[in-house]
């Protein structure tokens, strides 16, 4: 099973580098996984593509669409707080802000006993390094 970053939802709505590899990662595993924050923290980083007018309104209403989708379609974490103390913990413990903490977080309680089962998929270096030394199998690297 592989828990999805929203660092690697985004490239699933908009054209970036990462998207064809996005993509492939989806098609292979259908079964995505999220923090359920990541639908507000995806809408977040189309708007701040289309305030930047690093995308246009068009592709900023696609990428919504898609996002809906996908939203109806994933598994994903709630908010708790086994998850609120584990992000407190790793907010000591790595150099994360507090939402990539909540991410990781989200990830380790859904790896359960056995994290090193559970793969995570982000494009983000510090969170990578993160989820790694909390034994997580990391993709997108």
Known sequence: MIFWDTSAVVPLLVNEPKTKEAHARLK?????LVWCV???E???ALSRRLRSQDIH?????????RLKRLHAAWDQILFSEKLLKLSARLLRTH????ADSMQLAAALVAGGTNPGELQFLTYD???????????LLILGF
């Open 28 to 32: 292979a595993d259908t079964n995505m």
């Open 38 to 40: 990541t639908y507000l």
């Open 42 to 44: 995806a809408t977040s």
């Open 57 to 65: 309104f068009g592709h900023f209403r696609a990428g919504e669409e």
């Open 95 to 98: 150099p994360l802000r507090t």
């Open 125 to 135: 270096d510090r969170l990578a390094e993160a989820a790694s030394r909390e034994g």
